[in-house]
């Protein structure tokens, strides 16, 4: 400041000085006063170009980028101009530094598995990431501004919304559910800063599906248990309280043997299925025989049409060529033999059931069981292999059945890498094929014809 004063001072007195050399003593008066005016107007231009620069920085864009003026050097308005400079400089940075981290933050919010919204105190949408969009069927760009009711009409949400209590999640119908394909939503609310709310959803879908599931399972199996055991606790109380004589008593035992017998393969295939769920996936090192699995699987059909029909059923049994499957003896062995059991179970006595194994010509093994039964409609194929599943309840029933056998062929065709395959009509017969892919099938000749060439 003090300087301005001097070149001030300085300005003056030259005028002076220049007044009095052009014209004496009476040029000093209008040296000093044009002296004065010259130095006004630099000074006022000056501060017209700070004005233009600040003008320019302000309407700069982006923050940061530079104006093509240049501010005034020198002088206080230099000092004034650099200062401003400076200031606007951190200002940008501050900026730049607080986008970046916004950046950041929203992309965070962009990757979370879970939908996020966040409302303003009206409850209108500021931002809300793709998952979110998906979940509710938003517009991420489009929907912005729009109140979260006028979006979300499920009326389990705006009771929610407008009830204030936000300590439990609600869930909903997701923006693109349909009766086909129920989509199951989530919801929370968490109320933040001055009357603003982030909603945040998760599909739990599958999570609604698994609980389903195990509901219904656990009813199946309490009603498959209760049947034979209410049979059984009639038998026991009739035992106790009457005096049988020794045949109705040996018929009663043999009754309640059956009973009891009907509970304990229902156990055996419920543990089953759980160890196949929960056990590793079986390697390719170990391989069985598949000669082997057909003869037992003869000798088992043998047995239960005699049992089943003393007229029995016409079988015919192809074991193809000798072959060696990857895979697990018992899970193999359990599924083969549960498609076997059910052509038999099913088929009238004196019907055709043909059993076969063969090799494609893509190098894949197929076993195949096929039968003169009944036959399945269309609609019931996709669902025979459900837990429980039952076309024919009293026939399953009759024959011993447990509605788990196709379940558990599923989960060993799935552990193999291999497929099932039904086809079959009513009237006409079912055919059952396992198909397992070549990795898992070698065949025994080939094996020899190796060793034979390597010796
Ligand atoms: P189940 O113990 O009742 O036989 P499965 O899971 O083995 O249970 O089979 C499911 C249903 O598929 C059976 O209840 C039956 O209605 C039908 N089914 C299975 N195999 C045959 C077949 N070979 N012929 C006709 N129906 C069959």
């Known amino acids: 400041m003090i300087n301005r004063w001097i070149t001030f001072a300085a300005c003056l007195l030259l005028g ?7 014209a004496g003593k009476d040029g000093i008066e209008p040296g000093l006063l044009l002296a004065g005016f010259v130095w006004l107007l630099l000074d006022t231009l000056q501060i017209v170009r700070l004005l233009k620069w600040l003008r320019a920085e302000q309407n700069a864009e982006e923050p940061g980028s530079l104006s093509s003026l240049s501010p005034p050097t020198g002088g206080m308005w230099g000092e004034v101009a650099d200062r401003t400079r400076r200031i606007l400089k951190n200002r940008d940075r501050h900026y730049q530094e607080s986008q970046a ?7 965070a919010m962009q990757a979370s598995p879970n939908g996020v919204v966040l409302l303003d105190a009206e409850g209108r949408i500021e931002w809300c990431n793709q998952t ?21 009409r499920d009326p389990a949400f705006t009771a ?14 997701g923006g693109r559910s349909t009766p086909a394909r129920p989509v199951k939503l989530a919801v929370h ?5 001055r009357g603003r709310k982030l909603l945040l959803s998760r599909d739990v879908t599958a999570l609604e599906l698994a609980e389903a599931m195990r509901r219904d399972f656990v009813a199946n199996v309490s009603h498959e248990i209760r049947t034979p055991l209410t049979v059984l606790s009639g ?18 035992l043999g009754l309640m043997a059956q009973q009891s017998q009907r509970m304990q393969t ?23 025989t598949t000669g082997a699995l057909l003869a037992q699987c003869e000798q088992e059909a043998r047995s239960l049409s005699t049992m089943l029909a003393p007229a029995g059923h016409r079988l015919e049994f192809e074991p193809g060529p000798p072959c060696e499957l990857a895979g697990v003896q018992n899970e193999l062995l359990s599924a083969m033999s549960n498609l076997v059991t059910n052509a038999v179970r099913y088929t009238p006595p004196s019907g055709l059931i043909k059993i076969s194994w063969r090799v494609l010509d893509d190098g894949r093994g197929e076993f195949q069981v096929q039968d003169t039964g009944p036959g399945i409609a269309a609609e019931h194929i996709p669902r025979l292999t459900e837990r429980f599943y ?26 193999h890498g291999a497929e099932l395959r039904i086809e079959s009509q009513p009237g006409h017969g079912s055919r059952f094929s396992m198909v397992f892919p070549a990795a898992r099938v070698r065949q025994l000749q080939a094996v020899a014809t190796i060793s034979t060439s390597l010796l």
Not at 16 to 22: C, D, M, R
Not at 269 to 286: I, M, V
């Open 266 to 288: 229902l156990v055996n295939d419920l543990l089953t299925l759980s160890r196949l769920e929960g056990s590793p996936l079986p390697d390719t090192g170990e391989w069985v």
């Open 189 to 193: 609310l968490h109320a933040y800063g």
């Open 390 to 415: 039952r076309v024919d309840r009293s026939r399953s029933r009759e024959t011993g059945g447990t509605g788990l056998g196709l379940a558990i062929v599923k989960h060993v065709m799935q552990r």
């Open 16 to 22: 002076s000085g220049v007044g009095w050399w052009l």
């Open 160 to 173: 929610y919304l407008s009830s204030g209590n936000f300590s439990r999640d609600v869930t909903i119908p």
């Open 132 to 152: 979110a969009a998906q979940h509710f069927g938003f517009d991420a760009q489009r929907d912005v501004m729009q109140h979260i009711a006028n979006l979300v």
């Open 235 to 252: 038998f026991i109380e009739t035992l106790q309280t009457l005096p049988l004589k020794e045949p109705e008593r040996t018929r009663y």
């Open 101 to 107: 981290r916004l950046n950041e933050f929203l992309a």
